[in-house]
């Protein structure tokens, strides 16, 4: 059974960083591309960042230049690095595995879903 665990979300001034860890089990993330998606509050949730199995990103415009997204798959875990946080960038935040291109990836691609964490960028 697939279980995507995020965390590292917090409360952070704008300006500040965040470094998000996304834990999986019961898949092998190698084969995968990964994603970090986002939901704030009355909106849609988006896909942010993204990274294929041969390591290959894709961001956003809006945060492009600003959030890293690196993955580790001996540690079976993918990261997004947040830098110069907005409080635009205020969602909870959520992970995914894609078995496709990433160019394929939707939020409508999924069955399963993590909790997600949240980030609050605010002064």
């Known amino acids: 059974q697939v279980q995507l665990v995020e965390s590292g979300g917090g409360l952070v001034q704008p300006g500040g960083s965040l470094r998000l860890s996304c834990a999986a089990s019961?898949?092998?993330?190698?084969?995968?591309?990964m994603g970090w998606y986002r939901q704030a509050p009355g909106k849609q949730r988006e896909l942010v960042a993204a990274?294929?199995?041969?390591?290959?990103?894709k961001y956003s415009d809006s945060v492009k230049g600003r959030f890293t997204i690196s993955r580790h798959d001996a540690k079976n875990t993918v990261y997004l690095q947040m830098s110069s946080l907005k409080p635009e960038d205020t969602a909870v935040y959520y992970c995914?595995?894609?078995?496709?291109?990433?160019?394929?990836?939707?939020?409508?691609?999924?069955?399963?879903w993590g909790q997600g964490t949240q980030v609050t960028v605010s002064s």
């Open positions: 990274i294929t199995s041969g390591g290959i990103t």
């Open positions: 019961g898949i092998i993330i190698s084969i995968y591309a």
């Open positions: 995914n595995a894609h078995p496709g291109p990433i160019a394929t990836m939707t939020p409508g691609s999924y069955n399963y």
